[in-house]
């Protein structure tokens, strides 16, 4: 069975129909117990071959998905498409870079690392597939928005890569970057429990300016699909475990509030809480394009079909109702400022 349910990327990408679900791959690798690559491959599969024919499916890596910040991520891609070549025309592949290549992957701009990103990130597939979109990670403030651009549209016009992207931005930087131009693609944080003033404002630009919204975390790093149920149900080792909407037991307790709201939808509607979700997030944009994360092939497909899951307008008010009158705790990452973090930048 395909998806019916298809969109367009933007930019210099505007051309490009993607299936509107895209497939996220980080936590194949950055987790304590790495999956197996068959196991990622059946489901990075099952998700592309649910593709109506002429639509590729979005796959999102990263130049550092891994417990040591290195490329055990872009391994498996390159893994991925060496086993089964005749998969890369299929793929739009996005890819993450511009961080500094010591420890923790802080933002660096400077031309220099970002001429380094992209070619580590080419390196590492070793030509089994091309790189169709770069994104810095974070806007590095260290450079004006504008000079990074410009420098990324140099490295376009030498073949690196085909389309920028941009990552955890401001609705500001992005009009500012799709000035020097065109950004095909923006990718932030949406979900029922993670809409932002900001968030908003992005999604205003983003739709002004024809650029699609590649929408990560859709299901709450997993606690909107119903399955965390309470702290000890989130692996020893995983990252989740020091972000502050779960490590403190009145806030998760809190927090699940939400998801039980969210439940009673899903069950009217006969369908998952992760697909109502997903819908959800679908909904907010003809250019809005979900971003869960799987290594299952099944519940990629699940994700990937929540694309033709349509809500009535009275569904969404009544999401958009607990999203207004409930106040989730805790933010989207360690407690830190903002600004230490690189959010909206």
Same mark, same amino acid.
């Given at each position: 069975?395909?998806?019916?349910?298809?969109?367009?990327?933007?930019?210099?990408?505007?051309?490009?129909?993607?299936?509107?679900?895209?497939?996220?791959?980080?936590?194949?690798?950055?987790?304590?117990? +790495?999956?197996?690559?068959?196991?990622?491959?059946?489901?990075?599969?099952?998700?592309?071959?649910?593709?109506?024919?002429?639509?590729?499916? %979005?796959?999102?890596?990263?130049?550092?998905?891994?417990?040591?910040?290195?490329?055990?991520?872009?391994?498996?891609?390159?893994? $991925?498409?060496?086993?089964?070549?005749?998969?890369?025309?299929?793929?739009?592949?996005?890819?993450?870079?511009?961080?500094?290549?010591?420890?923790?992957?802080?933002?660096?701009?400077?031309?220099?690392?970002?001429?380094?990103?992209?070619?580590?990130?080419?390196?590492?597939?070793?030509?089994?597939?091309?790189?169709?979109?770069?994104?810095?990670?974070?806007?590095?403030?260290?450079?004006?928005?504008?000079?990074?651009?410009?420098?990324?549209?140099?490295?376009?016009?030498?073949?690196?890569?085909?389309?920028?992207?941009?990552?955890?931005?401001?609705?500001?930087?992005?009009?500012?970057?799709?000035?020097?131009?065109?950004?095909?693609?923006?990718?932030?944080?949406?979900?029922?429990?993670?809409?932002? +003033?900001?968030?908003?404002?992005? %999604?205003?630009?983003?739709?002004?300016?024809?650029?699609?919204?590649?929408?990560?975390?859709?299901?709450?790093?997993? $606690?909107?699909?119903?399955?965390?149920?309470? $702290?000890?149900?989130?692996?020893?080792?995983?990252?989740?475990?020091? $972000?502050?909407?779960?490590?403190?037991?009145?806030?998760?307790?809190?927090?699940?509030?939400?998801?039980?709201?969210?439940?009673?939808?899903?069950?009217?509607?006969?369908?998952?809480?992760?697909? %109502?979700?997903?819908?959800?997030?679908?909904?907010?944009?003809?250019?809005?394009?979900?971003?869960?994360?799987?290594?299952?092939?099944?519940?990629?497909?699940?994700?990937?079909?929540?694309?033709?899951?349509?809500?009535?307008?009275?569904?969404?008010?009544?999401?958009?109702?607990?999203?207004?009158?409930?106040?989730?705790?805790?933010?989207?990452?360690?407690?830190?400022?903002?600004?230490?973090?690189?959010?909206?930048?």
């Amino acid at each position: 069975m395909t998806v019916q349910t298809t969109t367009t990327l933007g930019g210099t990408a505007s051309h490009i129909q993607v299936g509107k679900v895209a497939h996220g791959l980080m936590m194949m690798t950055w987790t304590p117990n +790495p999956v197996p690559d068959e196991i990622c491959f059946e489901a990075i599969k099952a998700g592309v071959d649910a593709m109506p024919a002429g639509v590729k499916m %979005l796959l999102n890596s990263g130049e550092f998905y891994a417990q040591d910040f290195g490329t055990a991520n872009l391994e498996l891609v390159a893994r $991925f498409f060496e086993k089964y070549p005749e998969y890369a025309d299929r793929v739009f592949l996005s890819v993450k870079g511009g961080g500094k290549r010591t420890g923790m992957p802080m933002p660096d701009s400077s031309p220099e690392n970002l001429r380094a990103s992209v070619e580590n990130i080419n390196r590492v597939l070793r030509g089994t597939k091309k790189l169709d979109l770069f994104e810095c990670a974070r806007v590095d403030h260290n450079y004006p928005v504008e000079e990074t651009t410009a420098v990324l549209a140099g490295l376009v016009k030498e073949g690196l890569f085909d389309h920028i992207g941009m990552s955890e931005c401001s609705a500001e930087s992005l009009r500012k970057g799709n000035s020097v131009h065109p950004i095909a693609a923006v990718e932030i944080e949406v979900s029922p429990w993670s809409i932002e +003033p900001e968030t908003k404002k992005v %999604l205003e630009a983003a739709e002004e300016l024809g650029i699609a919204v590649v929408a990560y975390s859709p299901l709450g790093r997993g $606690f909107l699909t119903g399955e965390i149920k309470k $702290f000890e149900d989130i692996p020893e080792g995983d990252m989740r475990r020091r $972000f502050t909407r779960f490590n403190n037991p009145e806030i998760f307790k809190h927090n699940l509030t939400l998801v039980d709201k969210l439940k009673e939808i899903a069950a009217k509607k006969g369908v998952t809480p992760a697909r %109502l979700s997903i819908a959800f997030v679908a909904s907010l944009g003809e250019r809005v394009i979900p971003l869960p994360g799987s290594s299952n092939a099944k519940r990629t497909l699940e994700n990937t079909y929540s694309a033709d899951t349509k809500l009535t307008k009275d569904e969404l008010d009544a999401i958009w109702g607990i999203i207004n009158s409930y106040e989730v705790k805790g933010d989207r990452y360690y407690g830190a400022d903002p600004k230490v973090m690189h959010l909206w930048g």
